[in-house]
């Protein structure tokens, strides 16, 4: 029944390494999110893709960049990972097409850079 | 930019007692609006939304109203239960352009005491 997954639930890198979380839904949902997750802030949207090899920035960007080769699938890299990236990566997706477009969430990969 | 402010933080209620949590939003052009609930561990899930031509909507022990006027909206459980406590997200809608993206609330954590 799972339709967003993420392939790790729990990562753990050095600083300075370059980090991919990977995510895949299987609902056909043109739009897909990546949201870290941390104690106070609520969820922040890092970025968005809105179709294939499309982007768009959300709040904090800084640090991270993108990859939707295939509509199904949607990358976040941490080009060079620091320990201020510490925290929980949630990928999640929507279609506008759909009445009521809530997200629907993977299951989020909880990453520490040592 | 656009924000949804969530109160409060911490919420803890006994058994049976009633739990309200508020957001207030800040982009008029928000239209949509749903509610998270995220257990220990596991991804957020949808529990309840809102669209902004209606007032209230409920949904068994949980409810959901809406001020547009005042740019504001909150959730409601009754008779609440130990299997309540979770920590809940509020999102709204942002973007003009209806791009499917949704702004969160810094999240509330609620503890239902037996």
């Known amino acids: 029944d799972v339709k967003v997954t993420q392939s790790s639930r729990y990562l753990v890198k050095r600083t300075g390494e370059k980090v991919f979380l990977e995510c895949v839904q299987d609902?056909?949902?043109?739009?897909m999110f990546w949201y870290r997750q941390d104690p106070g802030l609520g969820l922040r949207l890092i970025y968005f893709?809105?179709?294939?090899?499309?982007?768009e920035k959300g709040d904090i960007p800084e640090g991270y960049s993108v990859s939707r080769e295939k509509k199904e699938r949607f990358s976040l890299i941490l080009e060079s990972a620091s320990t201020n990236q510490t925290s929980m990566y949630l990928c999640?997706?929507?279609?506008?097409?759909?009445?009521?477009?809530?997200?629907?969430f993977g299951s989020g990969t909880r990453l520490t850079v040592v | 930019g656009e924000n949804v402010e969530q109160h409060p933080s911490t919420l803890s209620v006994q058994e049976g007692d009633s739990a309200v949590i508020k957001c207030t939003y800040s982009?008029?052009?928000?239209?949509?609006f749903p509610w998270y609930k995220q257990e220990l561990g596991k991804r957020p899930q949808l529990i309840i939304d809102?669209?902004?031509?209606?007032g209230e909507k409920k949904d068994q022990r949980i409810a959901v109203t809406l001020n547009k006027t005042a740019k504001h909206f909150s959730l409601h459980i009754t008779e609440t239960q130990p299997e309540d406590s979770a920590v809940y997200f509020c999102?709204?809608?942002?973007?003009?352009?209806?791009?499917?993206?949704?702004?969160f609330g810094q999240g509330t954590t609620l503890q239902v005491k037996p």
């Open positions: 609902m056909d949902h043109e739009n």
């Open positions: 809102i669209r902004s031509n209606v």
């Open positions: 893709s809105y179709d294939v090899k499309m982007k």
């Open positions: 982009d008029s052009a928000s239209n949509y």
């Open positions: 999102a709204a809608s942002y973007g003009s352009s209806n791009t499917g993206k949704l702004i």
């Open positions: 999640a997706s929507n279609s506008l097409s759909a009445a009521f477009y809530g997200y629907t």
